[in-house]
């Protein structure tokens, strides 16, 4: 559905790679191999952005597979759990392969049939970035593809969205940033940008972030949405 104001179309949208295009879920069983409890998965996702936003906060950088390996490594302590290198190294290496969510193609495809470029815009490097859309096929459909590595700061800092915009050639206004996570949607409506917010079943929080512009349950709905806003 629409948000309030129902501002232009984009003439480019950026999507969040990790959870918002492409599903994590196969690094839990790998998680759960090491001994750790299946919703591992959802805290060291979120200590690993917890620690590469106070990076950033701090005007610091580290890359994201970094951040994560030092913070699936306390998550293991903290378990009195122990893995070495190799086998850290190896689940993480999952996240080049990780699958799509569904609906990720068609999502495109309708952006790209209403002449709407395409960005991929990740915390992680856009090697891995790459990897994941040439592993699902979707390398063609994407315009460009960009990393916080190229800022030396993660999201949400303004920088990188604003570093999106600046690689599209167009205003902020002109953008959009189409994420699953709020912090996500806010950051890039904080910096001009427009925003697009995957539900998948979880409220958006109104009450304490900008609103996005448009919203929708799956990426296909909120492609569909762009697509019919006003050109």
């Known amino acids: 559905m629409f948000g309030l104001g129902r501002p232009e179309r984009p003439k480019v949208v950026a999507f969040d790679i990790i959870g918002t295009t492409f599903s994590m879920e196969p690094l839990r069983p790998r998680l759960e191999e090491f001994g750790l409890p299946g919703s591992s998965l959802e805290r060291l996702y979120a200590e690993t952005l917890r620690d590469a936003m106070a990076l950033a906060a701090a005007g610091g950088f580290a890359p994201f597979i ?9 998550i293991l302590a903290e378990h009195e759990l122990t893995a070495t290198d190799a086998e850290v190294s190896e689940a993480l290496g999952l996240m080049r ?6 609906g990720a193609r068609k999502a495109f495809e309708t952006l790209r049939a209403a002449g709407i470029r395409i960005q991929a815009l990740s915390n992680g490097a856009a090697s891995a970035t790459r990897s994941l859309l040439d592993h699902a096929d979707l390398t063609s459909l994407v315009d460009q593809i960009l990393s916080v590595d190229d800022v030396r700061l993660s999201k949400p800092r303004p920088e990188v969205y604003l570093y999106a915009v600046e690689q599209a050639r167009v ?5 959009m940033l189409v994420a699953t996570h709020p912090w996500d949607v806010n950051g890039a409506k904080a910096a001009g940008l427009l925003g697009g917010y995957v539900c998948r079943g979880r409220p958006y929080p109104h009450s304490v972030m900008s609103a996005p512009d448009v919203e929708g349950d799956t990426l296909e709905e909120v492609a569909r949405a762009i697509a019919a806003m006003k050109a």
Do not use: C, F, I
Not at 66 to 74: H, R
Not at 97 to 102: E, Q
Not at 171 to 175: C, F, S
């Open 171 to 175: 205003q902020p206004g002109e953008a």
């Open 66 to 74: 970094a951040v994560m390996k030092s913070a699936l490594g306390q």
């Open 97 to 102: 392969t990780l699958p799509p969510h569904p």
